[in-house]
């Protein structure tokens, strides 16, 4: 088995880029997909990266996701930032999901 | 549209029992893995447990394996989680789960239903 580490918490302003990292301690970030869920207070996760950087219908370009082997790590960048995209976001692979980071954007 | 329904959540002491049921519609239910994953208060997302299409494989996550039972019925397009010798650890947000992907490359979840509540207390 292996684990995903997330930062705590980023913040940032309206109309800047956030760049979340998803790190994976042992086996190689290439092994499985990841995918990327944004849970908003009071409601249930959402997708809004699947397959590594595949953004779903109705989620905005302005998401996409990445792997970089050779930090084994993913991540996930939101450009042009809304204040709407305060949430949590929990990076997923495999049945192991990371802690979740709480992206304020402020 | 794809819909996820859960219900059956509630308070329940200590080596209590419970089971939750989820309503799948829109999709064509007898087609997907399905899943269960919880969320304590205030905590991160913690995969449960699988089922295969026809309910001949089943996994679990460490913690549950052998107190909890995933089931499903497809004529009823009906997923089922049942819960017993619960602990005060099990208390959390139950979702339930559409499985997207493939096994060896890598799965997903989504959608997700809206959750039902499960809280194990004396």
């Known amino acids: 088995n292996f684990m995903l580490a997330q930062p705590h918490s980023v913040s940032e302003s309206p109309g800047k880029t956030v760049t979340i990292s998803c790190t994976r301690n042992s086996g190689s970030i290439a092994s499985n997909n990841v995918q990327w869920y944004q849970q908003r207070p009071g409601s249930a996760p959402t997708i809004v990266i699947f397959e590594d950087n595949q953004r779903p219908s109705g989620v905005p370009d302005r998401f996409s996701g990445s792997i970089d082997n050779s930090s084994n790590s993913a991540s996930l960048t939101i450009s042009g930032l809304k204040t709407e995209d305060e949430a949590d976001y929990y990076c997923?692979?495999?049945?192991?999901f990371g802690g979740g980071t709480k992206l304020t954007v402020l | 549209d794809v819909q996820l329904v859960e219900s059956g959540g509630g308070l329940v002491q200590p080596g209590g029992s419970l089971r939750l049921s989820c309503a799948a519609s829109g999709f064509t239910f007898k087609s997907f893995w399905m899943s269960w994953v919880r969320q304590a208060p205030g905590k991160g997302l913690e995969w449960v447990a699988n089922i295969k299409q026809d309910g001949s494989e089943k996994y679990y996550v460490d913690s549950v394996r052998g107190r909890f039972t995933i089931s499903r019925d497809n004529a009823r397009n009906s997923l089922y989680l049942q819960m017993n010798s619960l602990s005060v650890e099990d208390t959390a947000i139950y979702y339930c789960?559409?499985?997207?992907?493939?096994?060896?490359?890598?799965?997903?979840?989504?959608?997700w239903g809206q959750g039902t509540l499960v809280t194990v207390s004396s």
């Open positions: 789960a559409r499985v997207l992907g493939a096994w060896i490359t890598g799965r997903w979840f989504d959608p």
């Open positions: 997923q692979s495999s049945e192991e």
